[in-house]
Each structure stands twice: as structure tokens, then as C-alpha cells.
């Protein structure tokens, strides 16, 4: 008898012998393969973090009412979301965790269908698989044969798009949005990066902000089978607290909350208390953005130099590119300039030929990457 999930090898494993190359390199390794933030977390939270360490007493799955109206107030104030009520959000213990549970919250199993973008983050497919439903890569409806349409009962949107920086707009989320209804399906939309819009999504350049799936243009005013996830580890580098939320579906919220309360997802108090603070000060947010956007304006252009299309990247924290070659030979090129990169393969087989080159190195690191690659 064996024990144990059948789940694939955890992708990043396979860039061992790159980053060893990299770090041959004379003037040491630049890591731009993984998109943790590495700037401060700003003062104000870790204060009410420390605020709140006499947590004594067991929080609560739900959240306190204090964090829960914070949800609700920043989805009224930054994603055009009005009239949420503290029912219907939640905090989670940082998104990915959410992603991975949820097809199994929603009581998803065999037969099911959980569909997926073409290029995307590889635990939409875990998630799937934990609940032992089937996954589908698909970024329309209409992309899926009517057997498989039919057995669809949870479409993940991610936009902006990890790795590809797309943005969907208005007409094509409210599209979706209307087809998902029909068929009875969950719509559940990962926004992480919806604060960091670049060119016609560059708010603080007079572009638009990001569409959220709960925005009533696209929902139509009633958030039914639709659920915004979102976190607060790239806006307020809190990567290491944990701290996300979801908010949508008042009818199904209840259950989803109920099912985490057995298991144990908890968000503890004091991380709470920092993203009550977090949520309620916008200043930093910019500040952060800020800093993103000085280092993308240097990177893009000497990646570029080095013979690479940066193709979407529209929003986030990568640039998605292509030399038109073999990943691993870009990833590879890469690695002899003493700087990792994300292979596109990981993120799917449109992924292959492409790379992802994160925005998250410190300002000393993305100068000496631009400048190596520039030479």
C-alpha cells in the first residue's frame, strides 16, 4: 500500500543546475525568478501587527468585523465595487492556499470540470486535483467541445495574468461572466495584481483602472457564482504574513466559510489587525508601485537589447518574453549573465518558448541585470 497524493514534482526543482551557472557569475547570482517582494514592509502595519500580539483568545475563520468592513471599504474605494456587505468577504490564508482548496470547498469531484487559463499559474490544475475533478486549460467557453462545456462548474480568471501580464476587459469578463451563469458554473477571478497596471491600465498615468469580475459593469449589480480573490502580498509586500481575502457570492459564502471552520483556516488575530491597516492607507500602495514602475522602465529596454519581445505584460510584476528559441536555452543564456529567470513551460504548454522575468529584485540587482544584459 502506498501513501500519498499523486500530485506532479514541484516545477521550480528543475532549475537546480541554472542557478548553480548563475551563481559562477563574477559579480554573483541576480534572481528575477520568483516574484517575492523583497522591499520593506511598510511601518505602519507592522505596527498594528505588534499592536495586536496579545492574541490570547481563538479568532474567528470569518475574521473580525474590523477587517471584514476594511474588505469592504477597499473594494468600494480601489476596484468600483460598491454595496458589499461584511457577510460576504473573508480573509485567507494568503491566496494561493484559497486557489488550491477551493474547487474542494465548493464540493467539486469526479466527472467535474475546473477550467483554467491557457498560460497560468500551476495551481489552479493542483486545485483541481486535490478534489479529484478534471481541469481544463481554456481561456473562452466557446474554446471547449459541448461535453466538456457541460461539465464545467468552476472557471478560474487570473487578471491581470500571472505570468503573461494580460488584462481582460469589461466585454470579455461580462461575456464570460453571462456564459458561466448559464451553465451554473462558479466564476472565481484571481485580481492579486489589479494595483499594478502598466500603459492603458497605469491609473497614475491617466489610464484605466484594472476590471474586477464584481464590478457591476460586469456582473450586472449581483455578485451570484462570482468570487474576487485577492492578496495583499505584492501591493503591501506581506508576503510573509499571509494575508488575503475573498469576497463574492452571498448564498455560497456561508458554506465556504462554514468547511474552513472545521479545517482549521484560520488567519491569526494579529495578521488581521495588519490588514486592517493595510487596507485603509493607499499611500503605500502608490509608494510600492512606484518603485515597480522605475524598475520596469529599466529592465524592459535592456531585455529587449538582448534580442527578447516582451509580448502582453500589461499588469503585474513580470515580463512576459520570447527570443523565438527553446525556453531552456533562453533560461540557459540567461544563467551565463549570472541572473534566473522563470521558464515559460512552467506555466503551460503556450508557455513553451517563453520566459518570465520578475520586477521583484531590489533596485541595486535590476540595475546590475539590465546593465549585464544591455552589454
Not at 505602519?44 to 501587527?49: D, N, R, V
Not at 520596469?296 to 512576459?320: C, D, I, Q, T
Request: hydrophobic letters at 40%; one cysteine or more; charged letters at 20%.
Amino acid at each position: 500500500m502506498s501513501f500519498g497524493l499523486e500530485l506532479p514534482d514541484y516545477p521550480w526543482d528543475r532549475m537546480a543546475p541554472y542557478k548553480a551557472k548563475a551563481e559562477k557569475h563574477p559579480d554573483g547570482l541576480v534572481n528575477l525568478s520568483i516574484g517575492t517582494p523583497v522591499d520593506p514592509t511598510p511601518e505602519t502595519i507592522g505596527k498594528a501587527l505588534a499592536a495586536a500580539t496579545d492574541a490570547h483568545g481563538y479568532p474567528t475563520t470569518h475574521g473580525t468585523v474590523e477587517v471584514r468592513q476594511a474588505i469592504v471599504n477597499w473594494f468600494a474605494r480601489r476596484r468600483n465595487v460598491p454595496g458589499l456587505s461584511v457577510e460576504q468577504v473573508m480573509p485567507t490564508v494568503g491566496s494561493k492556499e484559497l486557489v488550491a482548496w477551493l474547487p474542494f470547498l465548493l464540493g467539486l469531484g469526479e466527472g467535474d470540470v475546473v477550467m483554467r487559463p491557457t498560460v497560468a499559474y500551476p495551481t489552479y490544475d493542483i486545485g483541481a486535483q486535490l478534489a479529484g475533478a478534471d481541469h481544463v486549460a481554456a481561456d473562452h467557453l466557446e474554446d471547449l467541445d459541448e461535453e466538456t462545456r457541460s461539465r464545467v462548474k468552476l472557471i478560474w480568471v487570473n487578471s491581470p495574468a500571472n505570468p503573461t501580464g494580460i488584462v481582460r476587459h469589461n466585454k470579455d469578463l461580462k461575456n464570460l461572466v453571462d456564459q458561466a451563469r448559464a451553465l451554473g458554473a462558479v466564476v472565481a477571478s484571481d485580481e492579486c495584481y489589479a494595483e499594478l497596471g502598466w500603459g492603458e491600465w497605469d491609473v497614475q498615468q491617466g489610464g484605466k483602472p484594472v476590471p474586477s469580475i464584481l464590478d457591476p459593469e460586469i456582473s450586472g449589480g449581483t455578485q451570484d457564482l462570482l468570487f474576487s480573490v485577492y492578496s495583499l502580498s505584492k501591493q503591501s509586500n506581506l508576503a510573509g504574513y499571509r494575508a488575503a481575502f475573498i469576497a463574492g457570492d452571498p448564498a455560497i459564502m456561508p458554506n465556504l466559510i462554514n468547511s474552513r471552520k472545521h479545517a482549521g483556516m484560520i488567519v491569526p488575530a494579529p495578521i488581521q489587525a495588519a490588514m486592517v491597516a493595510a487596507l485603509s492607507d493607499d499611500t503605500h500602495v502608490q509608494g510600492q508601485k512606484d518603485r515597480y514602475r522605475r524598475r520596469r522602465e529599466l529592465l524592459l529596454p535592456a531585455v529587449e537589447k538582448f534580442g527578447l519581445k516582451v509580448e502582453y505584460s500589461e499588469a503585474g510584476l513580470y515580463l512576459w518574453a520570447t527570443a523565438g528559441e527553446d525556453t531552456w536555452r533562453t533560461v540557459d543564456r540567461f544563467a551565463e549573465k549570472g541572473i534566473l529567470i522563470g521558464p515559460g513551460v512552467f506555466y503551460g504548454e503556450q508557455g513553451e518558448g517563453f520566459v518570465r522575468i520578475a520586477l521583484t529584485g531590489s533596485d541595486a540587482d535590476i540595475t546590475a541585470a539590465a546593465q549585464r544584459l544591455s552589454k
